[in-house]
């Protein structure tokens, strides 16, 4: 595991360091087709 948060900036909270992101689908099969392919 890794981020993009310098050392020297001290302990980094994982918690509070992750990356997000938002996504819509037409249908459930596009939902299904992109949580899959995320999640690979």
């Known amino acids: 595991m890794a981020n993009d948060v310098p050392e020297s ?3 980094v909270n994982e918690n ?3 990356s997000k992101i ?3 689908a037409e ?3 596009e ?3 992109l ?3 995320l999640s690979a």
């Open 9 to 11: 900036i001290g302990k």
């Open 16 to 18: 509070e360091n992750r």
């Open 22 to 24: 938002s996504i819509s």
């Open 27 to 29: 249908s459930k099969e």
């Open 31 to 33: 939902a299904d087709k």
């Open 35 to 37: 949580f899959n392919g």
